[in-house]
């Protein structure tokens, strides 16, 4: 079974919204820290934004903050992320990750999903 699966991805024009969705099988929905990334090409990997189970757990890269919207969904058992007024340089691969606690890292990663915008 794979751990953590990522969907909604595609095409949308600059201006335009898309919505993440990480579906997290088994205990990972209790993870401590719940995250995406993402990959630009020739870019590292960078920070997009991070949730918990725990109030002020919340964090956002300043490229994104106002824009995107990270929470959890216990029905669900997923991990999404709103994307709204997306820009070209939002372009590139955004990977779902779990932290299972404070002192592992970010050691559980999905496949990823691939978000273009175009101008």
């Known amino acids: 079974q794979v751990p953590l699966v990522e969907s909604g991805g595609g095409l949308v024009r600059a201006g335009g919204s898309l919505r993440l969705s990480c579906a997290a099988s088994g205990h990972l929905f209790s993870a401590y820290a719940l995250a995406w990334f993402r990959q630009a090409p020739g870019k590292e990997r960078e920070f997009v934004a991070t949730?918990?189970?725990?109030?002020?757990?919340?964090a956002y890269a300043d490229s994104v903050k106002g824009r995107f919207t990270i929470s959890l969904d216990s029905a669900k058992n997923s991990i999404d992320l709103q994307m709204d007024n997306l820009t070209p340089d939002d372009t590139a691969v955004y990977y779902c990750?779990?932290?299972?606690?404070?002192?592992?890292?970010?050691?559980?990663w999905g496949q990823g999903t691939q978000v273009t915008v175009s101008a």
């Open positions: 949730t918990g189970h725990n109030a002020g757990s919340t």
């Open positions: 990750t779990v932290s299972p606690s404070m002192t592992s890292g970010y050691n559980i």
